[in-house]
């Protein structure tokens, strides 16, 4: 195995990190450089690097997983277990243990990474291919023989993203050898002038492109263009396979719009944008613009979720969006904010900043529990009373702590431990936040320290410790945040959703603060949305509301609510880990007149997976 001694954090890239020469209007600032150090969401993580990073590396043991590579590589005899895909798990696994170690270093998480990676180099075939379960389960039928199915390149991908996350963390280019060796022999197998064939789960055109990236190695890159260019020329339908599953209806740059089963349509869409930032393709990109805009406007659920339907988990067709058969993937809403987060890098819109708020907060938080060790699979808005939990994903149980198909769990310990790397980017004239946490930013000469409560409070406060002189400030307003003000140098001024820009020369002790108001507000869908028509969803800040059994006497099933009632929010840090709660008006049909107590969406059911419900009808 080849390591060194662990890398020093302060220029280490994040999970996507564009080259000098690619096309974007905005660059990440480095794991290290951007740090969430209190508040919200390092709570999250210290639960995340605690509790879960260790369950996964327990559960790849006890679900058989890393002794399907032992099998492969002959240090074990019997026969592998689980799906096709089982070694995604403990890739993702290795991704989420090295942005740990960027977060939080220490010897004993480095120590079970490199016997992770260990197992996984002696599985290799010394051509390159590496699949557990084609390599003992499939060795008569043979490699890459029913690729809709069989995630082989899938596999590869999330492999490669942990071998990148692991050298920019750790040093370690054990798993990067690994890494490069696997996506040449793909080179070698597959290409216009090869054979000429897609995976029916795309995740390998973003590994590749950002293998390009640590590399520099031109082939990564056009290898991934090619997979991109090859979707929707009826490579899956040569199958005999329905196409819209796998996002292969329609070519890439040629889609209006997100379809079929919703992980693998974010994931291609987030590995294109990756493509045409570093080709400068201006058409694929506008392609890509296009699709997001209709995904948010007619296929997203109030709390980012994306896949409507639990049929293939997919989305479904424009305004279908179903409350207690919401779908809504945690793995889909992580892909959703790894395409924002692309989008943004390109183009810098605050609209996809505010998508991924949106998707952070609600769609993503919500499957996982406040311990930070069970998790959601299906991530739905309403739950009526005496549901029936029947299968191993239903929300009925409640979180669980893994799944039969476990892609969920190692992909929230990813996002968790990388979450940093998500805050702000830079570009020649200053520095961009995006998301706000408590924290400390430094780009170059530039370094702030970040103050806030959000999102429980909305004034974010911003002090330069540190500034060359002159460089401009850029501070987002969120879209919902009608009426904010910022206040530099004494001065007060309305800004509008967007980003609010302060160039000036700045000096060490300069303060600047945006206030957000947060009113709480009600949310009505569009008409077309048939499953919400007659109700509201209450939202305070970036927070979707629920209203849960645990508050209430009533039946959730039976509540209404007065639209026009007067609200009220107290902070609560007795409650659900501290949590501002909503008050108003509503009545049932049984009861008459009473209060409802409302409580962030992605908290519910910490108190029992009772009935709960988003959109509320109105009196």
Not at 221 to 239: N, Q, S, T, W
Not at 281 to 292: K, V
Request: charged share 20%; aromatic share 8%; with cysteine.
């Amino acid at each position: 195995m080849t390591t060194t001694s662990p890398r020093t954090l302060g220029t280490a890239r994040g999970p996507a990190h564009p080259t000098d020469t690619a096309s974007v209007r905005l660059q990440p600032i480095g794991l290290g450089e951007s740090r969430i150090t209190g508040g919200f969401w390092a709570q999250r993580q210290r639960a995340n690097g605690a509790a879960a990073i260790p369950l996964g590396r327990r559960r790849l043991d006890e679900a058989g997983n890393l002794e399907n590579l032992r099998i492969a590589a002959g240090v074990s005899a019997g026969e592998v277990v689980g799906p096709i895909f089982a070694d995604s798990d403990v890739y993702k696994w290795l991704e989420a243990a090295a942005w740990e170690y960027a977060r939080n270093p220490s010897n004993e998480l480095l120590a079970v990474q490199r016997e992770v990676t260990a197992v996984v180099a002696a599985a290799q075939a010394d051509d390159g291919y590496l699949n557990s379960v084609v390599q003992v389960r499939h060795r008569d039928r043979g490699r890459y023989a029913d690729l809709p199915w069989s995630h082989e390149h899938y596999c590869a991908g999330h492999l490669i993203q942990a071998a990148v996350a692991q050298v920019r963390c750790t040093g370690d280019t054990a798993l990067l050898d690994v890494a490069v060796k696997l996506a040449d022999h793909l080179a070698a197998t597959f290409g216009e002038d090869r054979r000429h064939d897609v995976d029916g789960h795309p995740v390998i055109e973003t590994a590749l492109v950002e293998l390009y990236r640590e590399t520099g190695e031109v082939r990564h890159l056009e290898l991934a263009r090619y997979f991109v260019e090859a979707r929707g020329h009826g490579l899956i339908a040569a199958y005999g396979q329905e196409p819209t599953y796998f996002s292969d209806r329609v070519p890439v740059r040629e889609a209006t719009t997100v379809e079929g089963h919703a992980v693998r349509a974010v994931y291609l869409a987030a590995g294109a944008a990756d493509v045409a930032a570093e080709l400068g393709d201006g058409e694929l990109l506008g392609a890509l613009r296009r699709q997001f805009d209709d995904m948010i406007a007619t296929k997203t659920y109030v709390t980012g979720g994306l896949g409507s339907r639990w049929d293939r988990e997919s989305f479904g067709d424009p305004y279908e969006l179903p409350t207690d058969r919401a779908y809504a993937e945690t793995c889909a809403a992580i892909g959703g904010v790894q395409w924002a987060w692309r989008m943004l890098l390109a183009t810098g819109d605050a609209l996809y900043a505010d998508a991924i708020e949106r998707m952070l907060f609600n769609g993503f938080l919500g499957g996982i529990s406040l311990a930070g060790a069970e998790f959601f699979y299906v991530n739905p808005l309403q739950l009526r009373g005496g549901a029936h939990a029947d299968e191993n994903r239903s929300p009925a149980h409640g979180r669980r702590g893994w799944f039969d198909c476990a892609c969920c769990p190692p992909n929230v310990m990813r996002t968790l431990a990388s979450l940093d790397g998500y805050v702000a980017t830079r570009d020649a004239r200053g520095v961009q936040l995006h998301q706000y946490a408590p924290g400390t930013v430094t780009s170059g000469d530039i370094e702030l320290v970040v103050e806030t409560e959000y999102p429980w409070d909305g004034l974010v406060r911003v002090r330069v410790v540190a500034a060359p002189g002159r460089f401009a400030l850029s501070l987002r307003v969120p879209g919902w945040a009608g009426g904010a003000t910022v206040t530099a140098g004494g001065t007060t001024q309305e800004v509008r959703p967007g980003y609010a820009r302060l160039e000036q020369d700045w000096t060490p002790g300069d303060v600047v603060e945006l206030r957000l108001p947060m009113d709480v507000r009600t949310t009505v869908a569009h008409p077309r949305v048939d499953a919400v028509r007659g109700c509201v969803a209450v939202e305070r800040g970036p927070l979707v509301y629920a209203a849960e059994q645990a508050d209430h006497t009533a039946p959730v099933d039976d509540l209404h609510i007065d639209p026009a009632a007067p609200a009220a929010s107290e902070h609560r840090p007795d409650l659900l880990g501290g949590v501002t709660v909503v008050t108003t008006r509503g009545r049932t049909d049984a009861d008459g007149e009473l209060d409802l107590t409302l409580v962030p969406y992605y908290a519910w059911a910490n108190r029992g997976a009772g009935p709960m419900r988003v959109w509320i009808p109105t009196i």
